[in-house]
């Protein structure tokens, strides 16, 4: 700014830099040698002072409208800073008069950027940035502050809240009070505030202007540091009145109907003690989704009135909180009302299936006996056929119900019938149950055993019908939102089993930081490890597996098997063939087949774990315990329907494997067998059985015949991959075979549908280079890589090189893959 005549306006908030910004003005008129004044003059005092006044706001009216007349003067300058008010009629008509010859200079707070080049200049690190951000709000004032505490090793947030209250000391008790009362809430105005503060409508309205205009209540300052406000103004103003002030606002607000949620929980987590607040919180859990029914419910209880606690623990156990909410309902399961003793058992059995503890949750329910609630008794009923105890679950249903009957009423019951036919009827009778029943439990935020999607995946699985599976667990993540604590990895790891059966291994495992892991309840963690365990016995990762099988182990030895678990044992029981410990899973196995003896061995829940017995025999070269399973196979095939229809795919899968690992390799049944196994979702078992074929196959032609054939099939899973509408898992265990490993195929990345076309089109001999077919002729003469260097005149690293890609172009998963399909196009070649 020159000596030449003009007007200026700062506008800013509390700390934004007003001050300063004059300063600069000050220095650079004294430096043109101008006389300043800093206050408005009087009647023809200094006519040719320029005048520089800080703080306008606090100018009387008369002094605002002479200072308003001198602007207007285009021989003078005026250069004035004041903070927005906008109900201020003589600030108003100054700011208007200054701003018609240049636009107000607004002050906002620092940006990241304005910080981190004040960082820099101080020779602070930028990793700073947010914690000033949150400590500061930007705002200029502290923010030096804080940097000075970091430039002496003090802590910076610190020094900004210290900062803060000295300024805030400066102001009347009246505003203070209006700045504590809108730090609560953003949607408080001037009605609220005077009611509060018991004022005249007029005198609030000018304290809200001024609270605004200080720019410590501005939407864009980050919460925590709205926090930090609250903070310092509770401290200034002393606990007594702190209390009294916003004790004074929640019976106004109640009064009025006017409390917002987001304002109750403000005031009952600040300290509030009120049974009208305690109350209000209550009812309002009562229709709100599980993770904010248990903040109301916390919240009620810090207001001071014990809020109903099996509500509590119903919305603890829903949001994942299982400790809590499991010592919460044992405490009630003393209580004197029934109705609370039975509501306790469901959300003690619940958090009890949970933890592994199945047998607990049946002994809950026995101690119970029937309730007429039907969630309680549907609950029940779950629990008896996860312990293989028909005869619970049919005492749970009978119980009799004087309940409305209401569609989510109607949907649990539906869902326990479903799970009992489960035991002995058919599989599309129980499937027909289960799915009429699911397309009711929409809104359902009482915790259960089993989430009603899991559970009808689980039964779809075992069933053989993946299309269905993946459908339901599905739908269930993409609706699942935030509330899906107790669930929502339940779904994520049944879906990443869908998708490790079907191939798609780099995207089964779902990522989870060390903490996650840490803190995984038992049924999660089982189902964890064992699909880290298959995807690491899939991708031939010796290492990998055994890491995932001990860690799976020690779980298992805890965990207290119920029907729901067979899928994970099974998988353990293969892969303790592979590392040669059968011997540790004996007394799971025992359990395991004790419990289906118990439920009256149903197909549905047997079928599955004896084909994992074929597995863990074929592996453990042990015909005579390849045929007890194989035979429950066959005499499950005999089952009527689509579950009979699964069965006889995995008896025939059987078959056709014990003859191909003999070397009696029959084209037309592993082809049958293959594709029958593909069709119930085990497209990874059917390109494996596909690919020992064409290893153990002496007629070239077969063994490329089979090689096609596991290459089909899996493109046509890399087709469904591509489809999946769900978000995939980040991988977690490498693809990459290890040498000797017991699998000879797994799911290559999802090709383009351009590609796929190329790549089905061209000969694969036709794809390799000239150099890569010399390669390869060679290799297969057996010759090591350096005599074939030597032969074509390159490194042995190059051969390495172009072996590597043959591989890649063939689509082997393994050397003697790449090997066996290698002979199989010389023969075609030829």
């Known amino acids: 700014m020159t000596a ?19 300063e600069a003005v000050r220095n650079t008129l004294r430096a043109n040698g101008t006389t300043m004044l800093a206050r408005v003059p009087k009647p023809g005092e200094a006519p040719e002072a320029a005048i520089v006044i800080d703080d306008a706001q606090l100018l009387s009216p008369a002094e605002l409208d002479a200072l308003t007349e001198l602007a207007g003067d285009p021989a003078r300058t005026v250069v004035v800073s004041a903070e927005p008010l906008a109900h201020e009629p003589a600030l108003n008509a100054l700011t208007t008069t200054l701003s018609r010859q240049h636009p107000p200079i607004q002050l906002a707070p620092m940006t990241p950027r304005e910080i981190n080049e004040a960082l820099g200049r101080a020779g602070v690190p930028g990793t700073q940035v947010p914690a000033l951000i949150a400590g500061t709000g930007g705002i200029p004032l502290l923010v030096y502050s804080a940097l000075s505490a970091l430039a002496s090793g003090a802590d910076p947030v610190r020094a900004a809240s210290v900062a803060l209250s000295e300024r805030l000391r400066r102001l009347d008790e009246h505003l203070l009070d209006t700045l504590l009362l809108c730090s609560l809430s953003p949607e408080l105005g001037p009605d609220d505030i005077a009611a509060a503060l018991q004022l005249p409508g007029d005198d609030a309205a000018v304290l809200m202007d001024r609270a605004r205009a200080s720019g410590l209540l501005s939407a864009s300052l980050h919460p925590r540091f709205i926090d930090t406000l609250h903070r310092c103004l509770t401290r200034l103003v002393g606990a007594a009145r702190h209390r009294e002030t916003e004790c004074r606002l929640l019976r106004s607000q109640i009064e009025s109907v006017t409390l917002s949620t987001e304002l109750a929980l403000k005031l009952a987590e600040h300290g509030t003690v009120d049974d009208l607040l305690a109350a209000d919180l209550i009812h309002r859990a009562g229709s709100a989704a599980p993770r904010q029914a248990a903040r109301l419910y916390r919240a009620a209880a810090r207001a001071g009135t014990a809020p109903a606690d099996v509500h509590l623990a119903d919305a603890l156990a829903v949001t994942g909180d299982c400790a809590t909410a499991g010592a919460l309902a044992d405490e009630l399961l003393t209580a004197d ?25 049946a002994d809950l329910f026995r101690w119970l006996g029937p309730d007429a609630d039907p969630f309680v008794a549907a609950a029940g009923a779950v629990v008896g056929v996860a312990t293989a105890d028909a005869d619970l679950a049919r005492a749970c249903l009978q119980a009799e119900n004087s309940n409305p009957p209401t569609s989510s009423a109607r949907a649990a019951r539906g869902m326990a019938e479903g799970m009992l036919l489960t035991l002995d009827q058919p599989f599309a009778v129980a499937m027909a149950r289960l799915t009429q029943a699911l397309g009711s439990t929409n809104g359902v935020h009482s915790v259960a055993p089993d989430s009603p999607a899991a559970l009808l995946s689980l039964v779809a ?15 269930a993540i993409r609706t699942g939102g935030g509330d899906a604590g107790f669930t929502g990895l339940r779904h994520r790891l049944l879906l990443g089993w869908i998708r490790m059966l079907d191939g798609q291994l780099d995207s089964a495992v779902p990522a989870l930081g060390a903490p996650e892991v840490a803190d995984l309840h038992r049924r999660d963690a089982l189902w964890f490890t064992a699909l880290q365990t298959a995807v690491a016995r899939r991708s031939g990762d010796t290492g990998a597996l055994q890491k995932h099988w001990y860690a799976a182990m020690e779980v298992l030895a805890e965990y207290s098997l119920d029907l729901f678990a067979l899928l994970p044992l099974g998988e353990l029981w293969v892969a303790a063939a592979r590392l040669q410990q059968l011997d540790q899973l004996r007394q799971p196995l025992a359990e395991a087949f004790g419990l289906l003896r118990a439920a009256g061995n149903p197909t549905l829940w047997a079928v599955p774990l004896h084909w994992a017995g074929v597995h863990a025999g074929i592996l453990a070269n042990a015909p005579e315990a390849v045929a007890p399973h194989g035979q429950a196979l066959a005499a499950a095939s005999r089952a009527e329907g689509a579950h009979g229809a699964y069965a006889t795919a995995l008896a025939a899968a059987g078959r056709a494997w014990l003859r191909v690992l003999a070397d009696g390799v029959d084209a037309a049944e592993v082809t049958a067998a293959a594709r029958g196994l593909a069709r119930f979702g085990l497209t990874w078992d059917a390109t494996r059985l596909a690919s020992q074929a064409a290893l153990h196959s002496a007629d070239g032609r077969i063994s490329g015949a089979m090689l096609q054939l596991a290459r089909d099939l ?10 999946d509408p769900i978000e995939p898992a980040a991988p977690a265990i490498p693809r990459e075979p290890v040498a000797g490993a017991d699998v000879r195929n797994t799911t290559p990345p999802p090709a383009s549908g351009d590609a796929r076309a190329t790549a089905a089109a061209t000969p694969a001999w036709t794809r390799l280079s000239d150099r890569e077919r010399e390669v390869a002729e060679l290799v297969l003469q057996g010759m090591p890589y350096r005599d074939i260097g030597a032969r074509l005149l390159i490194s042995a690293k190059t051969v390495e090189h172009h072996v590597a890609r043959i591989r890649r172009r063939l689509g082997a998963e393994s050397r003697s893959e790449m090997l066996s399909m290698l002979r199989a196009l010389l023969v075609e070649k030829a």
């Open 4 to 22: 030449a005549a003009g007007t200026s306006l700062v506008l800013g908030g509390i700390g934004s830099g007003k001050t300063t910004a004059l």
């Open 337 to 361: 009302d029934v109705a609370v003793r039975a509501q306790a058992v469901r959300i003690a059995a619940s958090v009890a299936m949970h933890d592994g503890a199945a047998a607990h949750a």
């Open 461 to 475: 699985l075992h069933g053989g019908d993946a299309v269905r599976a993946r459908s339901v667990i599905g739908r």
């Open 714 to 723: 899996k493109q046509d899973a890399a087709l469904e991959a591509a489809a």
